[in-house]
């Protein structure tokens, strides 16, 4: 009995020790968060420096605090594409602001109607005569779209460009399947829907061949046309014609390459960069480091200057990221997360509703719960408005049919009008191991479907009458919204994926323009003038821990002290290869997952390379094995 009160009393004194850590751990993250918080008093005179060190979206995912309290990789932030353009926007018009600094040396991409807007920004702060700085040590797509709206680019000496263009390969997986015995079932309507093309065929069909050269072309051709109008001086023609001429031409250097061909105006190290700001806005007096310049933060400028909420209410409610079933996001488009936000705002008192998409689509049974919500709220005979953003396409368009105008961009891809699914069983891999089935069935569907022992012919055709019947619906729900018959939107429907010129042509949208036209349209509709209105984006509010940890993730968004440098211009192809290949292993996986019949676009996401699933192994190797079930 002794011992017995010895280890309890142990046992005690362990949980108690236990407790008294965990509560000084809470109380000295409630302290740094509360310190690290923007503060409206912390915006301060100087440039206002923008570092975007991780990917642009529209709407930021919250963040997972287990996640990140027990992740080993180091966490990267998402940064709003409204928060930007709010803010560089309003530097032209702020007179504490006298220069605005992007640092984009770990820029991790975003979306071709993001970054247009983002540089329209821009041109407004240098219309008010004011300079825009940009510092990166690659320059890629993304950022030389970005930079080409600065009034002076730096590039760190070992960077230099790397402009590959929309478009690549794809990973086609019928042979690796017929060598593991598996077979992929596939159900789909449209001739043009591709996704499950790497599951049955070894390359790419013609017509998604067509499909994609005509997208990627006008996607290409709208990039090109932005950058020249903004730096006239750049020879794009040039670097992206003959790369190896153009880079061999400077010694190899491609810091001088990106110098001679006008992608850049100055080579210069971070502090180099740094003290160019100096001489125009002055040191920082907080800092002694060689370059520190005076600034406000993107973060303390946002809190500094809160959005207008005078007068009625326009609800936004936001569909960003893949549709899926259940209460997912933000970030993930949840359907019933989206279409309780939508009832409960109908309940409310909103003058009008705008559903700005950025979505390449997902499951049907979501988007249609999100549709439906929509349908509900317009009934009510409140003004209804999409406005697409990067991506609106298969459900990210399914959703969008009760809006009365559609706003797009020449830039945003939408269409991809189709339905598929894919079931795969594995009868084949499990007879080559010995493992057979039998037994009794009363009717052909007994037991069925039967990923093991295959399915019968019943149940396969059965699966694509249920997805040509949702193709009908998809086709029926198009031809209303769009007053047009549905063999009209069949003919531009079959899966096809189109950019925002060719859709405004054909009908699936009404009209050019962003968030902010589709908010003035609500308004006239509902009758409000202007200053009478202002939106609310609608949506769950993080929870305490989340802001908590949400607040201790902010980096310090200082040029001139600690800034991290990006990948030189051999580590960033490198990385951009991982990057490419772990998307496709990740899309592979989802499709194997079986999540039931989906409206999805592949070539939606094709130049957005994504992490992989959450679970699977780190490797590339550790992936594929994890994806057919080797691991």
Same mark, same amino acid.
């Given at each position: 009995m002794i011992f017995a009160r010895k280890v309890w009393h142990l046992l005690v004194a362990i949980k108690d020790g236990l407790v008294l850590m965990l509560l000084l751990l809470f109380f000295a993250l409630l302290s740094a968060a509360l310190a690290s918080r923007p503060n409206p008093v912390a915006a301060r005179a100087g440039a206002l420096?923008?570092?975007?060190?991780?990917?642009?979206?529209?709407?930021?995912?919250?963040? =997972?605090?287990? *996640?990140?309290?027990?992740?080993?990789?180091?966490?990267?932030?998402?940064?709003?594409?409204?928060?930007?353009?709010?803010?560089?926007?309003?530097? $032209? =018009?702020?007179?504490?602001i006298h220069a605005v600094v992007l640092d984009l040396s770990k820029f991790a991409g975003g979306g071709q109607v993001h970054l247009e807007a983002i540089g329209a920004a821009m041109d407004r702060v240098r219309a008010a005569r004011k300079p825009v700085l940009v510092y990166a040590t690659i320059y890629e797509d993304a950022a030389m779209l970005l930079a080409a709206h600065a009034s002076e680019v730096w590039v760190d000496p070992l960077g230099g460009a790397f402009l590959p263009g929309p478009g690549g390969y794809n990973l086609y997986y019928a042979k690796l399947l017929d060598r593991l015995k598996i077979d992929a079932h596939v159900f789909r309507v449209g001739t043009y829907k591709d996704y499950v093309e790497p599951f049955i065929r070894n390359d790419m069909s013609a017509p998604a061949r067509d499909a994609r050269t005509a997208l990627y072309g006008a996607l290409w051709s709208d990039w090109r046309a932005n950058v020249a109008a $903004?730096?006239?001086?750049? @020879?794009?023609?040039?670097v992206t014609s003959d790369p190896v001429g153009w880079l061999k031409a400077a010694g190899g250097d491609a810091a001088k390459a990106a110098l001679a061909a006008g992608l850049v105006d100055h080579i210069g190290n971070r502090s180099d960069f740094g003290q160019r700001v100096v001489q125009i806005v002055g040191a920082d007096s907080q800092d002694s480091t060689p370059g520190a310049f005076a600034h406000s933060d993107l973060d303390s400028w946002l809190a500094a200057h809160p959005p207008a909420a005078a007068g009625r209410a326009i609800g936004v409610v936001t569909v960003a990221g893949e549709i899926t079933d259940g209460k997912a996001g933000p970030g993930e488009a949840g359907g019933d997360r989206i279409a309780a936000?939508?009832?409960? &705002?109908a309940a409310q008192d909103i003058a009008a509703l705008v559903v700005r998409v950025d979505s390449p689509g997902g499951s049907v049974m979501a988007s249609e719960a999100i549709r439906s919500a929509i349908a509900r709220l317009k009934a009510r005979g409140l003004p209804v408005a999409v406005s697409m953003a990067n991506v609106a396409a298969s459900g990210g368009y399914w959703v969008s049919t009760p809006g009365?105008?559609?706003f797009a961009?020449? %830039? #945003?891809? #939408?269409?991809?009008i189709g339905i598929f699914a894919v079931v795969p069983s594995f009868e084949r891999a499990l007879a080559a191991w010995g493992v057979t089935g039998d037994g009794v069935r009363t009717t052909p569907l007994s037991g069925q479907p039967?990923?093991?022992?295959?399915? #019968?012919?019943?149940?396969? %055709?059965?699966?694509? *009458?249920?997805? @040509?019947?949702?193709?009908?619906?998809?086709?029926?729900?198009?031809? #209303? %919204?769009?007053?047009?018959?549905? $063999?009209?939107?069949? $003919?531009?429907?079959?899966?096809?994926?189109? =950019?925002?010129? *060719? %859709?405004?042509?054909?009908?699936?949208?009404d009209q050019f323009g962003g968030l902010d036209d589709a908010l003035a349209w609500t308004a006239a509709q509902a009758h409000l003038r202007d200053g009478a209105w202002h939106a609310v984006f609608l949506g769950e509010k993080p929870q305490p821990l989340q802001r908590l940890v949400a607040a201790l993730r902010?980096?310090?968004?200082? &040029? &001139?002290?600690?800034?991290?440098?990006?990948? =030189?211009?051999?580590?960033?192809?490198?990385?951009?290869q991982q990057a490419l290949l772990a998307r496709a292993i990740a899309g592979a996986g989802r499709v194997m997952a079986v999540h039931g019949a989906e409206a999805y676009c592949l070539d939606c996401v094709d130049a957005a390379p994504s992490p992989a699933p959450d679970g699977a192994p780190a490797t590339l190797l550790g992936r594929l094995g994890h994806l057919f079930g080797l691991s």
């Open positions: 420096l923008v570092t975007i060190d991780g990917p642009i979206v529209e709407e930021p995912k919250l963040v =997972d605090p287990l *996640a990140l309290l027990f992740s080993g990789g180091e966490d990267t932030r998402e940064y709003r594409e409204r928060d930007l353009v709010r803010a560089i926007s309003g530097a $032209a =018009d702020d007179s504490r $903004a730096r006239p001086r750049a @020879d794009i023609a040039r936000l939508i009832d409960r &705002a009365t105008r559609i961009q020449p %830039a #945003t891809i #939408t269409g991809s039967d990923v093991v022992t295959g399915l #019968t012919p019943e149940v396969e %055709a059965m699966l694509q *009458a249920d997805i @040509d019947s949702g193709y009908r619906r998809f086709i029926g729900l198009v031809a #209303t %919204a769009r007053h047009k018959t549905p $063999a009209e939107i069949d $003919a531009i429907g079959q899966g096809r994926v189109w =950019d925002g010129g *060719a %859709a405004r042509r054909n009908g699936l949208v902010r980096r310090d968004d200082d &040029a &001139a002290g600690e800034g991290a440098s990006g990948r =030189d211009w051999v580590g960033t192809i490198a990385a951009r």
